[in-house]
């Protein structure tokens, strides 16, 4: 904190960006205080943590060549923001505690109800009401991939059981090697997953809940004519088959309502993502799927001076902890040098 009670720094969010920029803000003496999040109901990936505490294994994250668990990862990640000086806004108080990442928390973390940018310092609003004030704020709050919200399709994600919402991430993954794969949806984002998946799979079956594809047209022509995709037409799934692994997809038909089921390896939601920006109301300049807009698409500015943004909340296209993380990063700096400029250190 630097005086009058006023934050120097306040970060909404623990996911990969949030605990990132928490590392460098806190190095920088800073003396960030984060709002990492309460769990929501079932089917979300707004928790503490973030979207990787949905996920088994990731192999993909540079510095863990055997892999590492996503909530495992996300320990690491806190523990480090902890380790030089971050505190987290819980229960018990504001918190420096570190976490062990088999044990979790004895305590739960607040949720950051709303904000007030209108003023300087800013007002961040915590859980009962709670207000505190900061001379600067970066919102890294992510973004929910969308589920069908089936029970099964949220057991067997969780168990790691062949059910994803990300083929980029979780595509390569040796059980999914050779095995007929499902997609559902039927936009852009869900061809350029099922024509990634064709690099592993031995056949790709789109479920679409339409008799033609809502992707633009040289995508759809390019699932059209992959020789590995095939488009189930009009059908929409109605269940998730399967114990401690996905056996199948029970779908139903639009058109007629007929049942059927179709036997699958592995099955991935390409339904979208929304941004965790509700909260923001109409305060920072958003695009139309409600994403941060970035003043400048290089930096972490926002429509807000003093505002700064990273992360999933941002980014409708990369969406990897890799570019979450490093867009902390740049929202740590950008905020270390505006603070600097402001007299602020
Ligand atoms: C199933 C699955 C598997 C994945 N696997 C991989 C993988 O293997 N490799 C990879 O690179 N990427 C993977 N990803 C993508 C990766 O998880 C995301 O790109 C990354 O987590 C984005 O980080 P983030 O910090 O921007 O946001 P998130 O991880 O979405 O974190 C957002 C944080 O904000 C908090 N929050 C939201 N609203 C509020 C609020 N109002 N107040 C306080 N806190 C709030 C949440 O609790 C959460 O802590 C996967 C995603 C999913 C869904």
């Not at 949030?18 to 205080?33: C, Q, S, V």
């Not at 479920?207 to 022509?221: F, Y």
């Not at 089921?261 to 390409?270: E, K, M, N, R, T």
Request: with cysteine.
């Amino acid at each position: 904190m630097s005086d009058n009670n006023v934050e120097k720094l306040v970060i909404i969010g623990s996911g990969p960006a949030g605990w990132t920029a928490a590392i460098y803000a806190a190095r920088a003496n800073l003396d960030p205080l984060v709002f990492a999040g309460r769990p929501k109901t079932v089917p979300s990936t707004v928790l503490p943590g973030g979207q990787l505490m949905m996920t088994t294994e990731v192999e993909n994250y540079p510095g863990f060549p055997e892999g590492v668990t996503g909530p495992r990862l996300m320990a690491h990640f806190e523990q480090q923001a902890v380790r030089f000086g971050t505190r987290i806004v819980t229960d018990n108080g504001l918190h420096p505690d570190v976490s062990n990442p088999d044990d979790g928390h004895s305590y739960s973390f607040h949720d950051c109800q709303r904000v007030d940018l209108s003023q300087r310092p800013f007002v961040v609003v915590g859980e009962d009401d709670a207000q505190y004030l900061a001379h600067a704020v970066i919102i890294a709050t992510g973004a929910t991939a969308n589920w069908l919200g089936l029970e099964n399709e949220q057991r067997l994600a969780r168990l790691g059981g062949g059910v994803s919402a990300c083929a980029v991430c979780d595509g390569a993954l040796p059980i999914f090697r050779d095995q007929v794969l499902a997609v559902v949806g039927g936009g852009d984002s869900a061809v350029e997953e099922a024509t990634y998946l064709t690099k592993f799979a031995a056949k790709v079956c789109m479920i679409h809940r339409r008799d033609q594809l809502r992707a633009s047209k040289i995508m759809a022509e390019r699932a059209l004519s992959n020789p590995k995709i095939e488009v189930l037409w009009n059908k929409i799934p109605i269940d998730v088959l399967g114990d401690q692994r996905i056996t199948g997809v029970r779908l139903k038909d639009t058109k007629t309502a007929e049942v059927s089921d179709l036997s699958v390896g592995g099955l991935f939601l390409a339904i979208g993502h929304t941004p965790a920006t509700a909260f923001l109301g109409d305060q920072l300049a958003l695009d139309a799927k409600g994403y941060i807009k970035l003043k400048d698409p290089y930096r972490s500015t926002t429509s807000v001076e003093g505002v700064f943004a990273a992360g999933d909340v941002v980014d409708s296209v990369y969406r990897q902890a890799i570019t979450a993380a490093g867009m902390g990063c740049k929202a740590a700096l950008d905020a270390e040098r505006w603070l600097a400029e402001q007299g602020v250190h």
